[in-house]
């Protein structure tokens, strides 16, 4: 390898003086057994698409109750300002709500495709237990993965019970 002095254009482009050096730094790598800095290694995912979004999978009911939570309260506001039911905004928007479901089901299996870890560890790992800490960790360890489950499922029940009541009373808003 060619030292620095006898490349004197890159001296020039480092540095508009050139300056001659008394003294020379060689470095040279030595051969160990173990690295100073530990390399990661990832554990290899095994869960294909199909177990993700199989009936039992770990993506349906989270990405169900996720769309049914923003679905219910986005409800909420024609319901109680315009008088307007369930199934006739469902029915005026049906292309935002299959773009909407579409983008949350991208996002909602997106850690498992930028990790490389399944859904399942990391659902497993998203609980209160494993995010204990101070300050923001401590409010955020309030939001762990079965509370989300839980809402997801009241959300689902509600989105539904109101469709039932609006259709047993023929058509006209619940609120």
């Known amino acids: 390898m060619q030292s620095l002095a006898s490349r004197p254009c890159l001296l020039r ?9 008394s003294s020379v730094v060689r470095v040279r790598a030595e051969a160990s057994s173990s690295s100073p800095v530990p390399i990661p290694t990832w554990p290899k995912d095994t869960e294909t698409a199909r177990d993700v979004f199989s009936f039992g999978g770990s993506a349906p ?4 109750g996720r769309v049914a939570m923003i679905g219910f309260v986005s409800i909420l506001g024609p319901e109680l300002s315009k008088k307007q039911p369930v199934l006739e905004q469902v029915g005026d928007a049906w292309f ?7 983008t949350i089901t991208f996002a909602s299996i997106l850690p498992k495709l930028v ?10 790992a998203a609980t209160s237990e494993n995010m204990k800490g101070d300050g923001l960790q ?32 023929g058509g006209e808003a619940f609120f």
């Open 13 to 21: 482009a480092q540095r508009p003086f050139t300056a001659k050096r």
């Open 61 to 64: 009911e989270r990405v169900n």
């Open 96 to 102: 935002g709500i299959l773009l909407f479901s579409l």
């Open 115 to 124: 990790s490389g870890i399944s859904l399942k560890e990391l659902h497993s």
């Open 138 to 169: 401590q409010a955020l360890a309030l939001f762990d993965t079965n509370l989300e489950l839980w809402a997801g499922r009241l959300a689902m029940l509600g989105f539904a019970g109101l469709i039932a009541i609006e259709t047993v009373k």
